[in-house]
C-alpha cells in the first residue's frame, strides 16, 4: 500500500462517525415521510339543517335591546350598535358572548318553539335593535340563490360582511316579503347577520334561501360556532346530538329524584359532559353535578366543580347559577366575605342576567351583617330604583326597615314596615293577581313585616 492509499484510507477513518450521523438522519428522515403522521383530532361542530317545511332558518345566535341611537330614527339600519365589537361587517359571535349595548349572545332554536309559519317573533321590546346571526356551512359553492325575507320592522342582511338587503319601513313581518337575488354562498363557511329593529308593537323574522327557480334550499350546515381556519370538521347533527344528550341529563334527574341516589346521579350528569361535551345538557350537567355533589356533603367537590363548568363552559348560561350555588356554599361555611365578593362578581359580570336581582338581595342582607348599613341601604335602594313594582322591590324594603332598627330608629323602620304591606298588597292584587306562586312570597314578606311592627320577630 503506498503512501497515497494509507492517507485516502484515514481519511475515510475520519469521517466514520461523520457518515454514521449522516445516515441515521436519513433514515429518519424516510421513516417520517412513509410513516403515518399524529394528527390533531377533528373538531366538533354541531349543525341543523333549514327545515322541512320550506328551508326556513331557525337555529340563531341573537343578541337583543341594542337601544336606537335616535340621531338615526327613521333609518335605523344605518347604525352600527356593535361598532365596539369590531362592527356589524366583522363580528364572529359565540354563544354567551357579551355586547356592549346589548344582552349576551345566546342560542335560540326557534322550531323547538315552534312556528309553524317559517318566522320567529322576538318579544316585543319598543324602540330597539335584535341581531340574528348564524355561520352557513356549503359543502360547494351556490350560485344565482335568492335570499328571501320577512321582518318587523326595518331589516338590514350582511353575508360575509357585505350588505345584500336593506329594509327601512315599519310593518308587521311576513313569509318572503322581500327577495335579494344573485346570491352566492362561498364553498365552506359564510357568516349571515340580520338586525332588525323594534319601533313598536310585534317584532319578528323569517329567513330562507331559494335557488334561482324558487325551490327551497334544505342542505345547507346551519352552525352556531366554527373552528379556527384549516382545522378538520367533524359535523355533528345537532338535533340527535342534543336529544341523546338531554335524555340523559333527564336520566340524572329521575336517579336523584325517584331513587335518592345523588352519587349514582352525579356520576351520570359526568356521563353526559364526556359524552356530549359540545351539547347544550354539558355545562348544565357539571352545575347539577355540583349541586349533588353540596347534597352528599362534599362542599370541596362541589366548588371544584362550580369551578370546571366556569373554565370548559364560560359563556354557558349556568355559569351565573354557578355563581349563585358558590355563594350559597360560602354563606353555609359561614365565609360571608367570599359570598359577598361572588354576588358582586355576578351583579359586575352578568348584566341583563335574571339572577341579579335576588344576588342583590343577598348582598345587602350580608353588607348588613357584615356592618356595613351604609352599603346594604345603598344596594337595597338601587333594587328599588331599578326593580320598582317587582317581588324585590318589596323585599328590599323591608330589609330597609330591618337596617334602621338595627341603627335604633324604631318609628322610621315601622314606618317602612307597613309601606311594604301596602306594596305587597298592591302587587299582589295588581301586577301579580295571576301568580299564586308569587302571591304566596309577598304574603309571606307582609307576615313578616307586620310581625315586627308588633313586636314578635
Given at each position: 500500500?503506498?503512501?497515497?492509499?494509507?492517507?485516502?484510507?484515514?481519511?475515510?477513518?475520519?469521517?466514520?462517525?461523520?457518515?454514521?450521523?449522516?445516515?441515521?438522519?436519513?433514515?429518519m428522515?424516510?421513516?417520517?415521510?412513509?410513516?403515518?403522521?399524529?394528527?390533531?383530532?377533528?373538531?366538533?361542530?354541531?349543525?341543523?339543517?333549514?327545515?322541512?317545511?320550506?328551508?326556513?332558518?331557525?337555529?340563531?345566535?341573537?343578541?337583543?335591546?341594542?337601544?336606537?341611537?335616535?340621531?338615526?330614527?327613521?333609518?335605523?339600519?344605518?347604525?352600527?350598535?356593535?361598532e365596539?365589537?369590531?362592527?356589524?361587517?366583522?363580528?364572529?359571535?359565540?354563544?354567551?358572548?357579551?355586547?356592549?349595548?346589548?344582552?349576551?349572545w345566546?342560542?335560540?332554536?326557534?322550531?323547538?318553539?315552534?312556528?309553524?309559519?317559517?318566522?320567529?317573533?322576538?318579544p316585543?321590546?319598543?324602540?330597539?335593535?335584535?341581531?340574528?346571526?348564524?355561520?352557513?356551512?356549503?359543502?360547494?359553492?351556490?350560485?344565482?340563490?335568492?335570499?328571501?325575507?320577512g321582518?318587523?320592522?326595518?331589516?338590514?342582511?350582511?353575508?360575509?360582511?357585505?350588505?345584500?338587503?336593506?329594509?327601512?319601513?315599519?310593518?308587521?313581518?311576513?313569509?318572503?316579503?322581500?327577495?335579494?337575488?344573485?346570491?352566492?354562498?362561498?364553498?365552506?363557511?359564510?357568516?349571515?347577520?340580520?338586525?332588525?329593529?323594534?319601533?313598536?308593537?310585534?317584532?319578528g323574522?323569517?329567513?330562507?334561501?331559494k335557488?334561482?327557480?324558487?325551490?327551497?334550499?334544505?342542505?345547507?350546515?346551519?352552525?352556531?360556532?366554527?373552528?379556527?381556519?384549516?382545522?378538520?370538521?367533524?359535523?355533528?347533527?345537532?338535533?340527535?346530538?342534543e336529544?341523546?344528550?338531554?335524555?340523559?341529563?333527564?336520566?340524572?334527574?329521575?336517579?336523584?329524584?325517584?331513587?335518592g341516589?345523588?352519587?349514582?346521579?352525579?356520576?351520570?350528569?359526568?356521563?353526559?359532559?364526556?359524552?356530549?361535551?359540545?351539547?347544550?345538557?354539558?355545562?348544565?350537567?357539571?352545575?347539577?353535578?355540583?349541586?349533588?355533589?353540596?347534597?352528599?356533603?362534599?362542599?370541596?367537590?362541589?366548588?371544584?366543580?362550580?369551578?370546571?363548568?366556569?373554565?370548559?363552559?364560560?359563556?354557558?348560561?349556568?355559569?351565573?347559577?354557578?355563581?349563585?350555588?358558590?355563594?350559597?356554599?360560602?354563606?353555609?361555611?359561614?365565609?360571608?366575605?367570599?359570598?359577598?365578593?361572588?354576588?358582586?362578581?355576578?351583579?359586575?359580570n352578568?348584566?341583563?342576567?335574571?339572577?341579579?336581582?335576588?344576588?342583590?338581595?343577598?348582598?345587602?342582607?350580608?353588607?348588613?351583617?357584615?356592618?356595613?348599613?351604609?352599603?346594604?341601604?345603598?344596594?337595597?335602594?338601587?333594587?328599588?330604583r331599578?326593580?320598582?313594582?317587582?317581588?324585590?322591590?318589596?323585599?328590599?324594603l323591608?330589609?330597609?326597615?330591618?337596617?334602621?332598627?338595627?341603627?335604633?330608629?324604631?318609628?322610621?323602620?315601622k314606618?317602612?314596615?307597613?309601606?311594604?304591606?301596602?306594596?305587597?298588597?298592591a302587587?299582589?292584587?295588581g301586577?301579580?293577581?295571576?301568580?299564586?306562586?308569587?302571591?304566596?312570597?309577598?304574603?309571606?314578606?307582609s307576615?313578616?313585616?307586620?310581625?315586627?311592627?308588633?313586636?314578635?320577630?
Amino acid at each position: 500500500m503506498n503512501q497515497t492509499e494509507k492517507e485516502h484510507m484515514t481519511s475515510q477513518r475520519g469521517l466514520g462517525p461523520l457518515r454514521e450521523s449522516l445516515l441515521i438522519l436519513a433514515a429518519m428522515l424516510i421513516v417520517s415521510l412513509v410513516a403515518p403522521q399524529a394528527h390533531a383530532a377533528p373538531e366538533d361542530v354541531i349543525y341543523y339543517t333549514p327545515t322541512d317545511e320550506g328551508g326556513f332558518i331557525l337555529d340563531w345566535l341573537v343578541s337583543r335591546l341594542h337601544i336606537f341611537d335616535y340621531a338615526y330614527l327613521g333609518g335605523t339600519t344605518l347604525y352600527d350598535a356593535l361598532e365596539s365589537e369590531g362592527g356589524e361587517k366583522n363580528i364572529e359571535p359565540r354563544a354567551g358572548m357579551k355586547a356592549a349595548k346589548g344582552l349576551p349572545w345566546q342560542e335560540c332554536h326557534y322550531k323547538i318553539a315552534g312556528s309553524a309559519r317559517g318566522a320567529f317573533e322576538f318579544p316585543p321590546a319598543s324602540m330597539t335593535l335584535t341581531y340574528a346571526f348564524i355561520y352557513v356551512y356549503a359543502d360547494e359553492e351556490m350560485k344565482d340563490l335568492l335570499l328571501c325575507t320577512g321582518s318587523d320592522d326595518a331589516l338590514l342582511v350582511l353575508l360575509n360582511g357585505e350588505k345584500v338587503q336593506q329594509i327601512q319601513m315599519q310593518r308587521g313581518y311576513a313569509v318572503d316579503q322581500d327577495t335579494a337575488s344573485g346570491i352566492t354562498l362561498r364553498k365552506g363557511w359564510n357568516r349571515l347577520l340580520c338586525k332588525i329593529d323594534d319601533y313598536g308593537g310585534g317584532h319578528g323574522l323569517c329567513v330562507r334561501f331559494k335557488t334561482a327557480d324558487s325551490k327551497p334550499v334544505t342542505d345547507l350546515k346551519i352552525c352556531l360556532s366554527r373552528p379556527a381556519d384549516n382545522v378538520e370538521i367533524n359535523f355533528i347533527p345537532g338535533v340527535t346530538y342534543e336529544a341523546e344528550a338531554a335524555h340523559l341529563l333527564r336520566e340524572a334527574m329521575k336517579i336523584n329524584a325517584e331513587q335518592g341516589d345523588a352519587a349514582g346521579a352525579e356520576k351520570t350528569c359526568r356521563q353526559v359532559v364526556a359524552k356530549y361535551p359540545k351539547s347544550n345538557a354539558a355545562p348544565e350537567a357539571l352545575y347539577q353535578a355540583a349541586r349533588f355533589l353540596s347534597q352528599l356533603n362534599k362542599p370541596d367537590d362541589a366548588l371544584k366543580t362550580f369551578d370546571e363548568l366556569s373554565t370548559r363552559y364560560p359563556y354557558a348560561k349556568w355559569v351565573e347559577d354557578a355563581l349563585i350555588g358558590r355563594a350559597d356554599i360560602y354563606k353555609a361555611k359561614g365565609d360571608l366575605d367570599a359570598a359577598r365578593k361572588v354576588f358582586e362578581l355576578l351583579i359586575v359580570n352578568h348584566e341583563g342576567s335574571n339572577l341579579i336581582p335576588d344576588a342583590m338581595i343577598d348582598l345587602a342582607r350580608i353588607q348588613a351583617q357584615k356592618g356595613d348599613p351604609d352599603g346594604s341601604d345603598s344596594t337595597l335602594n338601587e333594587v328599588r330604583r331599578k326593580l320598582p313594582d317587582t317581588v324585590q322591590s318589596v323585599q328590599a324594603l323591608e330589609l330597609l326597615g330591618d337596617n334602621r332598627k338595627a341603627q335604633n330608629q324604631p318609628n322610621e323602620a315601622k314606618a317602612l314596615w307597613k309601606q311594604t304591606i301596602d306594596e305587597a298588597k298592591a302587587l299582589s292584587e295588581g301586577k301579580y293577581i295571576w301568580y299564586v306562586n308569587v302571591q304566596a312570597v309577598l304574603q309571606s314578606i307582609s307576615d313578616s313585616s307586620r310581625a315586627k311592627i308588633e313586636g314578635k320577630k
